[in-house]
Each structure stands twice: as structure tokens, then as C-alpha cells.
């Protein structure tokens, strides 16, 4: 837990971790104000003060009191990692967890950015699996110097200490050292270059259900997001883009939004309009007093059908070869053949915390308040907006009020910079739900085909080939090599079954008009569905039941085969359910996480489907927190499911229909099943837990649905129609 | 137009039009950001806050409604039995994830348990179902609402 007292800068021990001090108490107003008069909430963080401290490397800083702060190279989006990454330095430090405390990390690609990517950035489910090492050996490099430092004291052997919550011991002389103690002359050390690491029998944190670090001022209101920022004589702007994508501001009538009180002003970009307001009501009703006229350019008729259209024409190519094993001709002219497709809808992020971002630009620099899964690239692309070198863009990390993918994207703080650059005071630019949902970056819309035969009960032959958007392609593209995007053949080309002829390709699609992006549980969203979907299928062409049908084909996986087993062990798999309930399995190898996960629902004769229980027997490696992992799963589960179930974005003259959550609907907890979680205990270095649960939940819900009612859907979300009594798909 | 409002106990005045929602006035005027923005159409119970202790939507509610009224929000919630109770089972069961729509949870479950000191599955359906959760913590929500209502908290 965090302690709350004084460190040594003076600021509050809390107020490091939200990154702001709170303010709802501090206010007392007993006169009439004017417009927004709450007391300064400037949510900035304390800077990273190495003076006077034990400041190892980026990520260590400890005080003379002892007090240790860890500077969080990945974000805090509600997946627990600034309390896993913390795990992780303290366990090989031995550092005292009480006395804890945490840091956004400033943009610095040199000194956070991800080992995987060579940026810095949060996502693909990797915090743990790229840091795993890296943050181990900082842990453990800061631990020796420690000891050198109490050694040298001492004047005894190094290798005769010990350390333990934030201590240096020398048992044969009974003395001991506190890290603050030993924070200056540690300093001065010169660090090793080999340092060994904890075995994993040893370690006291890692493997501990820990409770968060964030989770105290979450539940009373003090925890500071980007939307929370408060700054003196701050305004508040509110937006409206062209519904149309591409589309841009024609002409824009402001007689009757500048005579609204509250109105400060109204600026005009290409693509969109803002109106500053001393606050976002003020800006609602100015923007809704605006007349604009929108230039809808060249994609003013694109609708989902001629999208979907050219999606189908692009599949039937063939694509760049991601994969081949054995002779696919050849394993394809025998046996039983089997041919389907499978389809996945666009789908908007709809994090909680609408998208938005603070920021002031004044004559020689731009400073920024948000939250955001990309600190570095959110610093250059405003550099490029505001006109800036780089290094005068101050960019304040926040926690995120869910990220999703949404917020791997700068667009909401490049925006924000062209408002903010109208005026001098800082604008909190905040988009409605309506504006989050149609100008969002979508998951983008997959059509997977599948050709398969069949031999002896197993698959011999398998061509899988996916279609769809290469996000990768836009957002790193020295990722995209050969016409391969890694991410969307990604839980495809290692798909976990043993077939002896494997081929695996890719074709590049791009949805006219619709931006497309990542979205929790990225590519093997669509691969784990597909893949899964068609073993069900598969397993009753074979006559076979679907976890024995894959059971047979897992000889080279044991890690597959095992939660696969106890998956349907402690799901009840075999046991007879009444009519229109069934149990339906999803075994998928994604992110380095293997998850087997069964799903029990009920649909009812006019098709509405009920989702009674889902079991998931996860394998994850070592958990550096296993309640964390669990709660990952769960709540990735709910998010498929809410897909499954609801999910899909459509398009009508370039624009989306939906807006915002009566027509993009959500899961809610008079719907939720019971949700049963096993972390298995492992040795294997820790794979991805965050985006997990979410390739699980769609596949697992339709082979249910299969099991129920011998109805085999192929597109999501879920068409009740066709899961009435009497229809067949 | 110069309202007061008494606010987590204290009588707060300030300048605002008549129908601008309760929500912006706590976040945008008084500063009292823990009370959240979601969608603006009470489809989605993040801005929740109490008024004379029942579970109302703020995005929606004219500050003129609420006249006399006490307005509590997630700043104040723990100084009720109910909310203070429900804060702690919500630590003890690691319910929160990235905690944007806790505020509006915890009002919501407050307000549930103040009303319904036992309430069962169909009680926490019936109180909760208003209120979203992207990250999915709804199976922790239920449980912990049981845990706070059992008084069997650690």
C-alpha cells in the first residue's frame, strides 16, 4: 500500500501516484463565482528529482528516508501493470512495498521506450513479457549496488549481506542498513555488469496477489485522468467533426453560438468545429447553435454494403504467404473437404473516459495533460501541430480511463493543439460519447476463409487465409514486411493444432473510407474466431466431440493440451444440458498465454441468447500477479462477449449510425454469467494477460450457441434471427 | 444566475444557467472532477451521485431540479455507513480496473445498500444494470456488494 506522509520534495505520497492533488475538499465557497472558480488542481506530476537520491537508472529512484519511488514505463489503463511493474523492480531490489509509491514516466523512447517496439508504448499485451527482463536486472544492478555500498561500510565481503524489505543485512555481525541510509553512498557505486537474478523459488513478491497500488484513490473520487485536468483560467472546448469520414468544413454560420453566454470562442479547423466555452455545457449549447456546412467529399455515398463487397473481392485473391508447412495442394485433394468464411464487423473502442486532452500553448512551448498509450509519439505529432521543436512539448501522463487501443492513437491531442493555438489560456478540449463513437479508428472489418480436409477423424490440410485492413502497415511500417501484417495473421500462422499440411496468407484490404486501428485483443480477435470456429465445425463433419476432436491434434502443445484438459474438467464438458443449452469451447495460444475456455448459454425460441457460465483455465507463465491475471480475463471475457453479442459499427453515406450507448450497446451486470477463472501454476516466463480474455469470449459463445442449437454462425455479432426456433443459417 | 447548493454538507453558491447539468457544474465550476463524464444521456450511470441519498444520473439533471435537496458525490460517499461499506468491500475484493466508472458504481451500490441492506441477485440486477463498465468488473461488482452487505469485511 501506499503510505500517505511527506516525502522529501514535499509533495504528498498520494498525490505521486495519481500524478495530482486533490481538490474536491479544498473548496469552500460561500459568495456567487463567475464561471469556473474551483481552487487550482494543476495535475501535474512532481518532477523526477534525482538530486540527493539513489537514482540507479530511469526507473529507481530512493530517497534518504527510504522512500522509493519507480517511474512507470508503461501506462496505467486499468490492467494493473503500474502495480505489476512494481512488483517486478521490487522483487529484485527487495525493496520495502510499503514504502512504494509510483511515476508516470515523461516521454523518453531512450530511456522508456518499450524493448519490443523501440517506442513508448503500451499495448499488444506485452508490459510484462518486454519488461520482464529489463526491469529484473535494473531491480537487481540497484540491489548490488546497495549491498557495495553496506559492504563497503562495513568493511566486510558483499556476498555476506543480505537484503529484505528495503535493508541491507550482514548476519555474522548482526548489522543492518536501511536503503535510505544507504541511498547516497550507493550513489556513488559503480554498477555491475553482471548481476544474477532471483530464482523464481525465492521470490516474495512476484506470484503474490498483491492489492493495487491505484486502487485507493479510485474508489473515492481523488484518482486524476487526462478529463480531470483543472488548470487556472483553464476553458473548456467541446467539438463536432464531419460526420462524413474525409470530409471537411465548408462554411460555418456563428451568429447565434457567439451570443451565447459562456461562449469564449469559436475556431474552425479543415476537418472539424470547436467551441470554447467556460465550461463543456457551454460549449454544447454553443456548438449546438452553430450552423455548419460540410464540404462531404469524395466518400459522401459509402455505405457497409459496397464496404463488405470489397472486402469479399479482396478475399477471394490469394494472398502473400504468412506460412507454409508440408504440400497444401496435395493435402487438399484428399479426404473430406471443408470450406467456410468467417466475418468480424468494424467495432469502436467506447473507452469509459471519452477521448480528450489539455493543453496550453504558449509562446515557446506546448504543454499537454491527457492520457495516452503513445507519450512519445503524442510529443512529436504535437511538435509537428503546434510548430515546436520537440523538446518544448511538455507532455503529463495520466491514468487512463480505459485505453483499448483507442488512445495508441494521437489524434485527439493533435486536435486539441490546432484549438489551443487560437488562444492563450489552456482549453480542455473534451469529445462528446457521439463524437468518441463516429470519429473513432475501428477495429477493422476480417473476412477469414477456411479450406480443410479431413483424414482419419483429424485435419490433414488446412488453408486459412485472412483478409482485412494492415493497421500495422499505417502505424509502424517497418513492421510491414512482404505483404505480411504480423499482427493480422497473428494466433493464425501459430495456430495451436499439429496438422501436417499448414498454410497460412494474407491479403491486404482496406476499407474505403473507415479508419481503422487496434483494438483490444488485435489480431488474434479475428484468427482466435475463425480458427475456433471452424475445429467445431470440423469436429462434427469428423463425428467427433470438439474437445476430443482437438485433443487429438495438441501431441506437440502440452501447454494447449493441459488447460484444454482441466478447462473441460472443472466446465462439466460432457454432462447433458436440457434442450437449447449448450457448452461450447474456444483453445487459443495468443499473446503467449494459453487460455482454454468454455462457455455455457441458452437461447431461447425466439433467439435471444443468455450466457449461464464461462470457465477459463488459463497458463500465462509465471503470474506476477495472479488476481491481476484473473481479473484481466474476466473482464476481457465480459468485453468479447459484449462484441459477440452487440457489436458492429455500420456506415450510411460515409457516416456511422451509432452514436453512443443505446445503439452501441454494452454488456451490463443483469446480463453477466458467472465467470470462473484458474491460473495455473508455472515456471515459463510470463506471457501477455490484457487482451487474452477477449479472443476467448466470441468463439467460445458461438460454439455454444452451435452445441444449442446445430445453428453454425459465421458472422458477428450474433443475428438472432437465424437462432429462432424453425431457422436455419 | 446565481444558485447555491448544498453539497456534501456544505452550502456551495455559483453562477449557472438553470439547465445546465448537475455534472458540469460539479466538474466545470466547482472543480469536483471525481464525479465522471460517460456518455451525457444517463445511458451509462458514470456521473451517478446522490440527491437526498437516491442514485441520480447528474449529466441529465437541470441544477435547478435539485433545489433544496442534498447532493452527495463520490468525494463524501464514505461518510455514509452504506458508502463507507462499500468503498472497503471494493478494496477487499480488487474490484477496480481502470476506475472511471467507479465513482458512478459505488454511488449506485451506496444508494442500493442505504435502501436494501440484504439485497439479493435480482436487487443488484435491478440497482446496477444502469450502470457500464467497459473494463468488465461486473462479476467483482456483484460479489462485492455481497461482501459489503454480509459485514464481513476484513
Excluded at chain 1, 704 to 727: C, E, F, H, N, Q
Excluded at chain 2, 62 to 78: C, K, L
Excluded at chain 2, 90 to 112: F, H, K, P, R
Aim: glycine share 8%.
Amino acid at each position: 500500500m501506499l503510505t500517505v506522509e511527506k516525502n522529501s520534495d514535499g509533495v504528498s505520497r498520494r498525490a505521486l501516484l495519481t500524478g495530482g492533488l486533490a481538490t474536491g475538499f479544498l473548496l469552500a465557497f460561500h459568495l456567487p463565482l463567475r464561471a469556473a472558480s474551483y481552487a487550482a488542481n494543476e495535475p501535474v506530476q512532481p518532477p523526477d528529482v534525482t538530486a540527493g537520491k539513489f537514482a540507479p537508472n530511469a526507473f529507481i529512484r530512493i530517497d534518504e528516508t527510504g522512500n522509493t519511488t519507480l517511474i512507470m514505463p508503461q501506462v496505467e489503463m486499468g490492467q494493473g501493470t503500474y502495480t505489476s511493474i512494481s512488483m517486478i523492480l521490487a522483487e529484485e531490489l527487495d525493496a520495502d512495498w510499503t514504502r512504494v509509491a509510483v511515476l508516470h514516466a515523461p516521454p523518453n523512447d531512450k530511456l522508456y521506450g518499450n524493448p519490443t517496439f523501440g517506442l513508448q508504448v503500451t499495448g499488444n499485451s506485452n508490459s510484462i513479457r518486454a519488461w520482464w527482463k529489463p526491469l529484473r536486472t535494473a531491480g537487481a544492478t540497484a540491489r548490488a549496488m546497495l549491498v557495495q555500498a553496506a559492504a563497503g561500510e562495513w568493511q566486510v565481503d558483499p556476498a555476506s549481506c543480505t537484503t529484505s524489505k528495503g535493508e541491507v543485512t550482514h548476519a555474522a555481525s548482526g548489522r543492518k542498513l536501511g536503503y535510505g541510509a544507504l541511498a547516497l553512498s550507493a550513489q556513488g557505486q559503480t554498477p555491475p555488469k553482471e548481476v544474477p537474478l532471483k530464482d523464481a523459488k525465492d521470490f516474495v513478491y512476484i506470484g503474490q496477489p498483491l492489492k493495487r497500488l491505484d486502487t485507493p484513490d479510485k474508489v473515492n473520487g481523488k484518482a486524476v485522468y487526462g478529463i480531470d485536468a483543472l488548470l487556472p483560467d483553464m476553458k473548456v472546448a467541446t467539438v463536432a467533426a464531419c460526420p462524413v469520414f474525409g470530409g471537411r468544413v465548408a462554411k460555418v454560420d456563428d451568429t447565434a453560438a457567439q451570443k451565447m453566454p459562456g461562449v469564449r470562442k469559436i475556431v474552425v479547423l479543415d476537418d472539424m468545429v470547436a467551441v470554447i466555452g467556460d465550461h463543456m455545457w457551454a460549449a454544447k449549447k454553443g456548438l449546438a447553435a452553430l450552423k455548419i456546412e460540410w464540404d462531404e467529399g469524395p466518400n459522401a455515398k459509402v455505405g457497409s454494403k459496397e464496404i463488405w463487397q470489397h472486402l469479399r473481392a479482396a478475399s477471394e485473391k490469394d494472398g502473400a504467404v504468412a506460412k507454409s508447412v508440408g504440400d497444401i495442394a496435395k493435402g487438399l485433394a484428399t479426404g473430406d473437404k471443408f470450406e467456410a468464411s468467417f466475418e468480424m464487423p468494424f467495432l469502436a473502442h467506447a473507452s469509459m473516459e471519452p477521448i480528450n486532452a489539455t493543453v496550453h500553448v504558449r509562446p515557446d512551448a506546448c504543454e499537454i495533460w491527457t492520457g495516452t498509450q503513445i507519450m512519445t509519439r503524442v510529443q512529436s505529432e504535437a511538435a509537428k501541430a503546434a510548430g515546436l521543436p520537440v523538446e518544448k512539448v511538455i507532455v503529463n501522463n495520466h491514468l487512463l480511463g480505459g485505453g483499448f487501443g483507442r488512445k495508441l492513437e494521437p489524434d485527439m491531442v493533435v486536435a486539441a493543439v490546432k484549438i489551443a493555438k487560437q488562444v492563450d489560456y489552456p482549453v480542455k478540449v473534451v469529445w462528446t460519447r457521439e463524437e468518441d463513437i463516429q470519429h473513432d479508428v475501428y477495429r477493422p472489418i476480417y473476412r477469414d476463409t477456411v479450406a480443410a480436409t479431413l483424414v482419419d477423424g483429424k485435419v490433414a490440410a488446412w488453408k486459412y487465409k485472412v483478409a482485412g485492413s494492415a493497421v500495422l502497415a499505417r502505424w509502424l511500417p517497418p513492421a510491414f514486411q512482404k505483404g505480411i501484417d504480423i499482427d493480422a495473421v497473428d494466433a493464425a500462422v501459430d495456430a495451436p493444432y499439429d496438422i501436417p499440411n499448414f498454410h497460412v496468407e494474407y491479403v491486404r484490404a482496406e476499407p474505403p473510407a473507415v479508419p481503422t486501428g487496434f483494438w483490444r485483443g488485435v489480431g488474434p480477435n479475428n484468427n482466435v474466431f475463425a480458427v475456433e470456429c471452424a475445429m467445431d465445425e470440423l469436429a462434427r463433419k469428423a463425428g467427433k466431440d470438439p474437445v476430443e476432436f482437438r485433443r487429438a491434434m495438441l501431441a506437440s502443445r502440452p501447454r494447449a493440451l493441459a488447460v484444454l484438459n482441466s478447462a473441460a474438467e472443472k466446465a462439466n464438458w460432457g454432462q447433458p444440458l436440457p434442450p437449447r443449452i449448450g457448452r461450447g469451447i474456444c483453445l487459443q495460444p495468443s499473446f503467449e498465454t494459453f487460455i482454454a475456455t468454455v462457455v455455457e448459454a441458452e437461447v431461447d425460441d425466439m433467439g435471444e441468447v443468455a450466457v449461464r457460465r464461462v470457465v477459463s483455465v488459463v497458463d500465462t507463465g509465471i503470474a506476477v500477479n495472479p488476481d491481476t491475471v484473473k481479473a484481466q480475463i474476466e473482464g476481457g471475457l465480459i468485453f468479447g462477449l459484449t462484441a459477440a453479442l452487440y457489436g458492429e459499427i455500420t456506415i450510411d453515406k460515409g457516416r456511422v449510425q451509432q452514436s453512443n450507448f443505446h445503439d452501441y450497446r454494452m454488456l451490463r451486470i443483469d446480463q453477466t454469467p458467472k465467470i470462473e477463472v484458474h491460473v495455473v501454476k508455472s515456471g515459463e516466463p510470463p506471457g501477455g494477460i490484457g487482451e487474452a480474455g477477449v479472443n476467448a469470449g466470441p468463439p467460445a459463445l458461438r460454439n455454444a450457441i452451435y452445441a444449442a442449437t446445430g445453428v453454425a454462425l459465421r458472422r458477428m455479432p450474433i443475428d438472432r434471427s437465424l437462432l429462432a426456433v424453425g431457422k436455419k443459417a | 444566475m446565481a444558485t447555491t447548493l448544498t453539497i456534501n454538507g456544505e452550502r456551495k453558491s455559483f453562477d449557472a444557467p438553470p439547465e445546465m447539468p448537475l455534472l458540469w457544474v460539479l466538474r466545470d465550476i466547482l472543480g469536483m472532477t471525481g464525479t465522471k463524464f460517460g456518455c451525457g444521456i444517463a445511458q451509462c450511470g458514470a456521473c451517478t451521485v446522490h440527491i437526498d441519498g437516491k442514485a441520480v444520473r447528474s449529466c441529465v439533471l437541470p441544477v435547478s431540479a435539485v433545489r433544496d435537496r442534498q447532493v452527495t458525490t463520490i468525494e463524501a460517499v464514505g461518510n455514509s455507513p452504506a458508502g463507507a461499506k462499500v468503498q472497503k468491500a471494493w478494496l477487499d475484493l480488487e474490484v477496480v480496473q481502470c476506475g472511471y466508472c467507479q465513482s458512478g458504481q459505488i454511488m449506485a451500490a451506496a444508494a442500493l445498500l442505504a435502501a436494501t441492506p440484504n439485497p439479493d441477485d435480482s436487487d443488484i440486477d435491478a440497482a446496477m444494470a444502469g450502470n457500464i463498465c467497459r473494463c468488465g468488473t461486473y462479476v467483482r461488482i456483484r460479489d462485492a456488494i455481497k461482501h459489503a452487505a454480509s459485514g464481513r469485511q476484513s
